[in-house]
């Protein structure tokens, strides 16, 4: 498996989850991930997957020595950044770093292992977002990627079927440290969040990474092109 983000509040769950089911995961991230959270990691930037072919091959490399022999049968592209800011106030860096990770890396990895994953009849999890459809200010940037994310996993379960399925995971707000930072001091506004939501509460990393196992052990099979919210 390969695992996008993996040093994130999610990202890590799912590669814990992973490596527990016995998956070889190698996760990739530009920070060190947690302990456990899989079998070998890759230190990268995305954003150099989107800048042509000159800056994308090494990181690509040592994707591919962390593989090895191995055949992909399941890429989770779960890195994203999110910048944000009004439409007035949202500068064209931010905007396309947005862009290049949250979109065009996911493609870009797809379609370099898209020949392994077609010969194990694999998976590709991409982790949209709610903000894919109900969005709120000052999100512009994050909410197009996503919502063009959605629009990628239709495309390509056509696309690449019926080799390869490729399936949407679309959470709302999930207690990872990075949602409870953005709301420190602020338990009223925290709350409130939990209420937005009808389960009646934020949900947990580790309830992502159950859909992404459920996902990938065959229960799923004829699932592709779905969005799961």
């Known amino acids: 498996a390969i695992l996008t983000g993996v040093a994130g509040g ?25 302990l456990g959270s899989c079998s070998v990691h890759v230190m990268g930037d995305l954003v150099a997957l989107a800048q042509g072919q000159d800056l994308a091959s090494p990181l690509l490399r040592q994707i591919q020595d962390a593989v090895g022999d191995r055949d992909v049968s399941l890429l989770i592209n779960n890195a994203a950044v999110q910048r944000l800011g009004r439409t007035e106030d949202l500068d064209w860096e931010a905007w396309n770093e947005t862009i290049q990770v949250n979109l065009s890396a996911p493609f870009v990895l797809i379609q370099f292992f898209v020949a392994s994953l077609r010969e194990t009849k694999g998976l590709v999890v991409n982790v949209g977002s709610v903000h894919a459809r109900a969005t709120k200010p000052k999100f512009a940037a994050y909410a197009t990627s996503k919502a063009a994310l959605h629009g990628l996993t239709r495309a390509l379960a056509v696309d690449l079927g019926p080799e390869i399925r ?3 995971l679309a959470p709302a707000a999930i207690e990872t440290p990075m949602l409870l930072a953005g709301f420190d001091g602020d338990e009223k506004a925290l709350e409130a969040l939990r209420e937005v939501h009808p389960a009646g509460r934020i949900g947990r990393p580790e309830e992502v990474a159950e859909a992404v196992l459920w996902l990938s052990d065959g229960g799923a099979s004829f699932m592709t092109g779905s969005a799961i919210r």
Request: proline residues 7%.
């Open 10 to 34: 999610i990202g890590a769950a799912i590669g814990k989850a992973l490596v527990g089911s016995g998956r070889h995961v190698v996760g990739i991230d530009a920070q060190t991930p947690p």
């Open 166 to 168: 490729v399936i949407t």
